[in-house]
């Protein structure tokens, strides 16, 4: 029986960490599931789908701030919301809102974080330097505002791509342009980074 407890235990843990790291890349993968489900699949599939995938994250999401667990589940609450009302609207056209909704909710924490005591990019580089000294604390806030700045512009630009109802498009821009633009701008920031912290 002991033997059976203990694998059961470990069966539950695999099931989680495979969650943990799973669904960050299916939330990721997005648009791109989106896009080949409708045009392969049907909603009567993507649905299912993407409601699992989107409680399963709700349900394993942990951050490294409180800030970014709620943000992560009202991700994955964002999802379902959009993915039931598709549904009960029979509109497809919804599901496409998601990377919008994400951008929305990124910019509220970013943004909200301006007028706390510290930023959010403050409250994550003193996770590894606790003593921020004041330069630090200036820089963290210029690229919180800059941050603010990107998912305004990206966010518009995934709104346009919802609009134009074109959605190899959307799945283009979604899937992968806006990422290389996230991935541009964070290796331009560790790059401006390194140079200031020269002596």
Known sequence: ???????????????????????????????VAVWCGLKNWGMSILAPLLIIAFIL?????RGKLNQLTFFGKAMAVAGIVLVITSVLLR???????????????????F????????????RLARLNEPDLPSEGVVYTRRVTQVWCLFFVC???FALYTCLKG?????????????????GLLMGIEWIVRKRLRKP
């Open 111 to 122: 943004f909200s974080s301006l007028f706390a005591r510290q930023s959010l990019v403050e």
């Open 57 to 61: 994250r709700l349900l394993t999401f």
């Open 91 to 109: 509109e497809t056209s919804m599901l496409l809102y998601y990377p919008v909704a994400v951008n929305f909710l990124l910019l509220s924490l």
């Open 166 to 182: 074109d959605v190899s498009l959307w799945a283009l821009y979604n899937g992968g342009i806006s990422y290389l633009l996230i």
């Open 1 to 31: 029986m002991v033997a059976v407890s203990e694998t059961r235990c470990f069966s539950l843990q695999l099931v989680a960490a495979f969650a943990r790291w799973a669904m960050p890349v299916a939330i990721i993968a997005y648009p």
């Open 154 to 156: 990206n966010g518009s």
